[in-house]
Structure formats: C-alpha cells, structure tokens
C-alpha cells in the first residue's frame, strides 16, 4: 500500500495485529506534555504511522523521530509528578 497512513510492514499483519498498534497510537491524554511516555508515544507513531509531510522528522507534536538511545537517556518522569504530594 503506497498511499495509505499505515508503514507497508503494518499492513501485512494481520488485523488484530493491526488494532493492537492502531490502540497505541491514541497515547494519554492525562500526562504533561514533556512525560516521557508521550515521548514513547510519538516514537510509536513514528513506527506505525506515515507523517502528512512525507518525512517524518518534519512533524514533530504527533510524530516523532528520535534514536532509541535518547528515549533512555531522557530524565525519568512520574505520570503523577504533576499531582500535589
């Protein structure tokens, strides 16, 4: 599949494989913008998804390019850091 938003490997997985990656892309809506999960979860969708643009390192709020070494390196955040102790 040439045009579609899917990467080719994608489409040639089944459909329950294909739901399971599709249920990732939504990510959380509850986190802080610099949550390194939303970080994971653009890198997600880097994998899964083709950008509007054609590189994906041109789209950097839904998706994002980055080498696995800097999602590791990344200071660890709590999801409820930003909640009151």
Do not use: E
Not at 49 to 54: A, D, E, M, W, Y
């Amino acid at each position: 599949m040439k045009n579609g938003i899917l990467q080719d490997w994608v489409c040639r997985l089944g459909l329950r494989y294909q739901g399971v990656l599709l249920t990732v892309v939504r990510g959380c809506d509850t986190l802080p913008k610099d949550c390194d999960l939303k970080t994971l979860s653009r890198f997600l969708r880097y994998l899964i998804l083709r950008p509007h643009c054609g590189d994906p390192r041109k789209s950097s709020s839904f998706i994002q390019f980055c080498l696995i070494r800097d999602l590791t390196s990344t200071k660890r955040s709590s999801p409820r850091s930003s909640d009151p102790a």
